[in-house]
Nanobody, 126 residues
Framework: QVQLVESGGGLVQAGGSLRLSCAAS????????MAWFRQAPGKEREFVAG????????YYADSVKGRFTISRDNAKNTVYLQMNSLKPEDTAVYYC???????????????????WGQGTQVTVSS
């Protein structure tokens, strides 16, 4: 059974940085695209960033482009989200997700992912 465990969330002041990690287990995660989504109170879950199974391609939401960086270490079955220049509007629960299709492409649609972590809270104070 696939398990995704996020860590690294917390409280940070605007302009600060955080690094989220997502450790995967249960199948060959190195052959699946992975992504980060977030959900703020009262809002729908939204795509933040995605990375291909090889790590060679990355994709970002316009709202985080230039501030966030997604990466992966397939030897450790771990995906990271480096978040810099954080803003209060980045406050949300952040989820990592693993694609439903082996060797599939990154998608910004949540339905393309069949495994999700439990989420980690990121709070940015102004």
């Amino acid at each position: 059974q696939v398990q995704l465990v996020e860590s690294g969330g917390g409280l940070v002041q605007a302009g600060g940085s955080l690094r989220l990690s997502c450790a995967a287990s249960g199948r060959a995660s190195s052959t699946y695209a992975m992504a980060w989504f977030r959900q703020a109170p009262g809002k729908e879950r939204e795509f933040v960033a995605g990375i291909s199974y090889s790590g060679g391609s990355t994709y970002y939401a316009d709202s985080v482009k230039g501030r966030f960086t997604i990466s992966r270490d397939n030897a450790k079955n771990t995906v990271y989200l480096q978040m810099n220049s954080l803003k209060p509007e980045d406050t949300a629960v952040y989820y990592c997700a693993e694609s439903a299709v082996r060797y599939g492409r990154v998608s910004s649609a949540s339905r393309a992912y069949d495994y999700w972590g439990q989420g980690t809270q990121v709070t940015v104070s102004s």
